[in-house]
């Protein structure tokens, strides 16, 4: 029988020091979320400093878009018409150069606006308008760099999009 007691005893004693351990830990959980939530708020740590190369420039999409909702003489939009051919045509081609390269090619370094294709392999197409898709990394003195640039993307059908790229100027 004082075998039975104790072994209740000793049974008791580990599930008290099990829930003070617990509750321990909490509580020390409780202030490291409190110290690190009243710092970020006091501004203790200086987010200012962050730089993202998101780049946006409002006209040039507006721009973009008001490009891609232009009626040609059949009546059909720019977007419409770039949704079931394979590339530019003569009609959307020339006024895309028109558009973008006058207003901002000495703003940028480059400029290209082209199709986009969901494929692993050359997703990119050359046009006879704007050539090739200006890289996103340089070369400079043996090292790579990203270069900045702005991007929109307006998705025509399930297998391609157009997309406008631009070059920001200041890594000439």
Do not use: C
């Not at 004693?13 to 509750?23: N, P």
């Not at 946006?56 to 507006?62: F, G, H, M, R």
Request: aromatic share 14%; glycine share 8%; hydrophobic share 40%.
């Amino acid at each position: 029988m004082f075998n039975n007691l104790f072994n209740r005893k000793q049974g008791k004693t580990g599930e008290v020091g099990e829930t003070v351990t617990w509750m321990i830990a909490t509580v020390i959980i409780i202030v490291i979320l409190l110290i690190s939530i009243s710092a970020t708020v006091t501004g203790i740590f200086n987010f200012k400093n962050f730089n993202y190369m998101k780049q946006t420039d409002v006209l040039a999409s507006k721009s973009f878009f008001s490009y891609l909702l232009t009626e040609s003489e059949e009546g059909t939009s720019v977007y419409e018409q770039l949704g079931y051919e394979d590339n530019f045509s003569e009609f959307n081609g020339e006024l895309a150069k028109d558009i973008f390269t006058e207003f901002y090619g000495g703003e940028y370094l480059a400029v290209w606006i082209g199709i986009f294709h969901n494929r692993i392999v050359l997703p990119y197409e050359s046009n006879e308008y704007f050539g090739k898709r200006p890289g996103e990394s340089r070369g400079i003195g043996g090292l790579v760099a990203i270069v900045p640039h702005i991007t929109e993307k307006i998705i025509l059908n399930e297998d391609k999009s157009v997309e406008m790229t631009l070059k920001v100027k200041e890594w000439e």
